[in-house]
């Protein structure tokens, strides 16, 4: 196992690199970076002023040596300064992570909480009324978009019944009610599908049948067998739904005023604050990573077929 993820792990840094080399030029070709900081700070600088600024920030020196100058800070910890607050960004960004990662948990839980018992039942109880009635739910929720779900939980919850807050963390634990139920209502409408799919097909197996002339008991069967087999697949999704949560959902922490990395990234981008703009891309390219080696790592534990693969090879 070991030797394995030390493998993975070589692999992911080259991907790694590449990304951050993109990021970098793509942010240093947008725009000058002096003009950004002269707009921003509202003031009026001469062109030798300029001139000056970009020695000392380095802008002045060719794009790689200015991106290996870059990515040595980065590994550092240090990723500059705001161009809005002149503040270090690395700092900034840490001081929001956690209310992301407040968020992705409970929205997580609660995604699983209804995704995986709902999935079940509809697919045991297949083209019955209740099957019926949960794949029109999960239909109707998928079409939905999280900006219009928001806004209606806002309206009943917050608006008529007067029960949650509207936006903001000054609420407690009642402030992440709202963006909770936006985000778990989206992705269990698509993963409810998902984990229907999944347990029918392997219903439809023969070790199944093998199991149920046997005399096992369905629940037995269901719960020992047949979620086991589906965990490949379930824990996929999760994974996938980690790294883009954790990445920040812009929308949700938009429009509920939670002060999460993806505010951040959203008011970074309408000031056109690169510095900020770089960090978030890098971490989006970290957790997209981890989560894909964490998930290579979960396969390699529950499918026996993938570790005899890999020692046969």
């Not at 509809?122 to 109707?140: C, E, G, H, M, T």
């Not at 608006?159 to 963006?179: D, N, Q, R």
């Not at 379930?234 to 509920?256: C, K, R």
């Not at 978030?280 to 390219?285: L, P």
């Amino acid at each position: 196992m070991g030797k394995y993820i030390a493998q993975r792990l070589i692999q992911l840094i080259p991907i790694l690199l590449g990304i951050t080399l993109l990021s970098f030029i793509l942010m240093n070709t947008a725009a000058d970076a002096i003009d950004v900081m002269e707009s921003n700070t509202g003031g009026i600088m001469s062109e030798g002023e300029k001139e000056q600024l970009r020695r000392e920030l380095g802008l002045d020196k060719p794009l790689p040596e200015q991106y290996i100058m870059w990515l040595a800070g980065v590994l550092r910890g240090d990723m500059g300064e705001s161009f809005v607050s002149g503040q270090p960004v690395f700092s900034a960004f840490i001081s929001k992570l956690p209310a992301t990662i407040y968020l992705t948990v409970t929205s997580i839980l609660l995604t699983i909480l209804i995704s995986i018992p709902l999935g079940i039942l509809s697919a045991v109880k297949q083209n019955r009324p209740l099957d019926y009635l949960i794949r029109f739910l999960s239909f109707i929720g998928n079409s939905l978009p999280n900006f219009f779900v928001s806004l209606l939980l806002i309206y009943f919850f917050s608006l008529k019944l007067k029960l949650l807050p509207v936006m903001g963390s000054a609420g407690g634990w009642k402030s992440v009610i709202l963006p909770t139920l936006t985000l778990a209502l989206s992705m269990s409408s698509k993963y409810t599908r998902q984990v229907r799919a999944t347990v029918l097909e392997e219903l439809n197996k023969d070790y199944v049948l093998g199991a149920r002339a046997r005399g096992i008991k369905e629940n037995r069967i269901l719960v020992f067998s047949v979620l086991r087999a589906s965990m490949l697949t379930i824990m996929t999704l999760l994974a996938l739904s980690v790294g883009s949560l954790l990445g920040g959902t812009a929308i949700v922490e938009s429009i509920f005023m939670w002060d999460g990395v993806g505010k951040m990234a959203v008011d970074a981008i309408a000031m056109r604050d690169y510095p900020v703009i770089q960090v978030y891309v890098i971490w989006m390219a970290v957790i997209y990573v981890c989560v894909n080696l964490f998930t290579d790592i979960i396969y390699h534990y529950l499918d026996p077929r993938i570790r005899l693969g890999q020692e046969r090879a």
